[in-house]
């Protein structure tokens, strides 16, 4: 099939598909960010994406992701994460299920992580303000107030993590519940 365009806003769509995958780029502005991603889905024996993307703004600030995700009967198993936030790279695994409550869970790790840079991009209330004493590994807590329209069960480990002043060495810090994509069960519970 000859790949197709559609314009979208300020961007453009392109795919492409045949029997057996569905790939393409889209292009274009969400909100200050020019964005890129490009897709590739596979069909056969089971679904398989793999996505890339990044959005930056105007002074080159850039937020990236990539990742290669395959249907599991009751949720979609993300077998490889990759994650640059403003300069901030993470690197993991994880799922995603709707079987209830959207749920996403991440394993995520990173060699030298900065939570202050981190921390603009996430929304208010999930995480705390810093560590709660000096030399103390960071611990987050998922809160109510966070309004967020899934749950997170994530996981991050660093070697040297620094926030707020303080560095930690070998740190993991928790938002939500610890992730576990082995359990089957209904997101719900958490």
Known sequence: MKGRSWPI???????????????????GFVATYSSHYEFNVLLADGIQISLSGDLQTADKASIAVRLTAR??????????????????????????STKAVPLLQLQLEAGQLDLDVVQKLLPAGLLPQGPTAEGESPAAQFTEDTELPLLL???????????????ASGARLLIGAVPDCALIEDAASY
């Open 153 to 167: 069960a994530v996981a991050l480990s660093a070697r040297q993590l620094s926030w707020s002043g303080t560095t």
């Open 9 to 27: 806003g300020q961007g453009e769509l392109n795919w492409a598909a045949d029997q057996q995958r569905f790939w393409g780029e889209l292009r």
């Open 71 to 96: 249907d599991s009967s009751d949720r979609w198993i993300l077998e490889t994460v990759d994650l640059n936030l403003l300069g901030q790279e993470l690197a993991g695994t994880g799922c995603f």
